[in-house]
């Protein structure tokens, strides 16, 4: 692995915000969000206190997987407007001080892509992955109907047929391997070096990339996998200084030193963001494990298994880049999800705005937006067993028929709203100083007023579980108790009381900490206290 610059500093002190353009703000009626939505509510995220915006696909597509089957990398999709409109957001955004960052989609293409469409009659292209026969089932190999005949590889659905980045070894029973320096592959490098370069050009500042650790295949270890992303670093320092990489690995571990300037714990490649927030309801996969998590109402987890994907994380990152930690996003269930209500979630967003990772949090988890279930499958949103289509309702602005969202009839929404009577919603939120939306504004405005609580500096835990109490540089503490039961923990500092600075159910007296249940605090210790190691 390369040795790689520190990130960019915009990155350490970011808190990011994920928007799933489909159901965020429809601008033009047609009851599909679309950029001009999100630019018309810029002043409320620029209120919350995110400055860095990530949106969900949003290039053309025939929609298939919920844009995640891209046909034209380089032009917006007309559902969502057009170039212009995405020239307006980053503009309105920069305005504010805020950064917006797309999603690239570099494992495969929509069958509808003209890469694709050429490739099919012309046996020697080889910008995807083909075979002229497979010798037995593999899943994946979709045969081609077209004058090439033969199969292709195909990523997820058979509409998204994998482009070819090369396999890192040889195989004589697998004669269509090519190496990672043949002509298909080098092509498609110099592709997403094009792709990039040209939203770089328009003032985008990142990508997050999407299964990232999947282009290179056979690749024990990710050593190809890992020079290809290092190579595309290199260029990206070099040609768009400032700019960003952010992985759908879910191995930062692994993805930082490869290239990738943070990288996701996500739900689906280890057990540490499973052990903070899956309580085993809402959309469940292959990958639930069924264990109980630390916010859980009932108590019954535990906060070791995370430190332990965190500790051996931040060692291997070595300051080159940065953990990142959602609330949820567009495939894993909300915080608000089956027991968990959105009355206990503050003290979740108190622990994700006060470690050391890059905080992202996903459209309207800040006022607690629950997932959803029994919503109908939309544009591939039901994959096997995971409905994630439970966690990609529609924003609710408001109190109205169609909570702000649309004017169009509700029957006409992208996906139906939470049919929930007691839905939140933003104007209500903020007219309620006590709600939860208010807890996170004053978190996230906590946290940029205290450099000690963002990613530099360390963190030191002084009680695990419940409450989970840790310290952040030698003078800023912090408890959260994400269970109903109150708790408690000792308290063997020495000197004055430290002063609160977001106390929500926390009690900290000369000898002991009393956490309420569904609590929080974070606090300041004055100069006579120590904390003993």
């Known amino acids: 692995m390369r040795a790689h610059r520190r990130p960019p500093s915009w990155l350490s002190e970011a808190v990011v915000y994920q928007i799933y353009p489909a159901t965020f703000a429809d601008s033009d009626g047609d009851g599909i969000g679309d950029l001009r939505g999100v630019r018309d509510h810029l002043d409320h995220l620029d209120w919350l206190g995110v400055d860095t915006l990530w949106l969900s696909p949003c290039f053309a597509s025939p929609f298939g997987d919920g844009g995640y089957d891209v046909s034209d990398y380089l032009t917006v999709a007309p559902r969502y407007g057009s170039n212009e409109d995405a020239d307006a957001l980053i503009e309105a955004a920069r305005a504010r001080g805020m950064r917006i960052m797309l999603d690239l989609v570099p494992g495969h293409t929509s069958h509808q892509h003209p890469w694709f469409q050429a490739a099919v009659q012309d046996p020697d292209d080889h910008r995807y992955i083909w075979s002229d026969r497979v010798a037995s089932p593999v899943r994946g190999w979709i045969p081609n109907h077209a004058a090439r005949g033969g199969y292709y590889l195909a990523n997820f659905y058979p509409i998204q047929p994998a482009l070819n980045f090369g396999y890192a070894r040889p195989d004589p029973a697998e004669p269509w391997r090519q190496p990672v320096d043949a002509a298909g592959p080098r092509a498609n490098r110099a592709a997403l070096r094009e792709i990039m370069g040209h939203w770089f050009d328009r ?32 260029w990206i320092d070099r040609e768009h200084p400032g700019r960003i990489l952010l992985s759908e690995w879910g191995d ?26 899956d309580n085993g309801t809402g959309s469940q996969g292959p990958w639930a494990d069924g264990r109980p998590c630390y916010f859980d109402p009932d108590g019954r987890g535990s906060m070791s298994t995370f430190l332990e994907a965190w500790r051996e994380a931040d060692a291997a990152i070595d300051g080159t880049g940065h953990v990142a930690l959602p609330t949820a996003n567009h ?23 006060t470690w050391p990772s890059v905080p992202v949090v996903y459209y309207g988890d800040e006022i607690g937006m629950r997932y ?26 408001d109190g109205s028929a169609g909570a702000g969202f649309s004017e169009a009839a509700e029957d006409r929404f992208y996906l139906p709203l939470d049919p929930d009577g007691d839905r939140p919603d933003v104007a209500a939120a903020r007219a309620d100083e006590g709600s939860l939306l208010h807890h996170v504004r004053r978190l996230i405005a906590l946290r940029r007023q205290t450099p000690a609580l963002g990613t530099g500096g360390t963190v030191r835990v002084l009680h695990q579980d419940y409450p989970f109490v840790y310290l952040r540089g030698d003078r800023h503490l912090v408890v959260v108790n994400g269970r109903r039961e109150p708790a408690t923990a000792p308290w063997p500092a020495t000197g004055s009381a430290p002063r609160a600075l977001a106390a929500h159910g926390v009690e900290v007296t000369g000898s002991d900490i009393r956490a309420a249940g569904f609590s929080y605090g974070v606090y300041e210790l004055a100069p006579d206290a120590a904390v003993p190691a």
């Open 331 to 353: 495939d894993f269930s909300r915080l608000a999800c089956g027991p968990r209500t959105r009355d206990m979630v503050a003290p979740a967003f108190a622990f994700l705005l």
């Open 203 to 234: 003032g985008v500042s990142g990508f997050r990339v999407d299964m990232a650790a999947s282009l290179v295949k056979d690749d024990p270890g990710f050593v190809e996998t890992g020079r290809l992303w290092g190579e595309m670093r290199e």
């Open 252 to 277: 930062p571990k692994t993805a930082v030193p490869a290239g990738f300037h943070a990288d996701f714990f996500l739900h689906f490649t280890g057990p540490a963001l499973r052990s903070l927030w």
């Open 372 to 397: 959803v279930p029994g919503v109908p499958d939309k544009e591939g949103s039901q994959l096997d067993s995971e409905a994630r289509q439970g966690s990609r309702t529609p924003m609710q602005w």
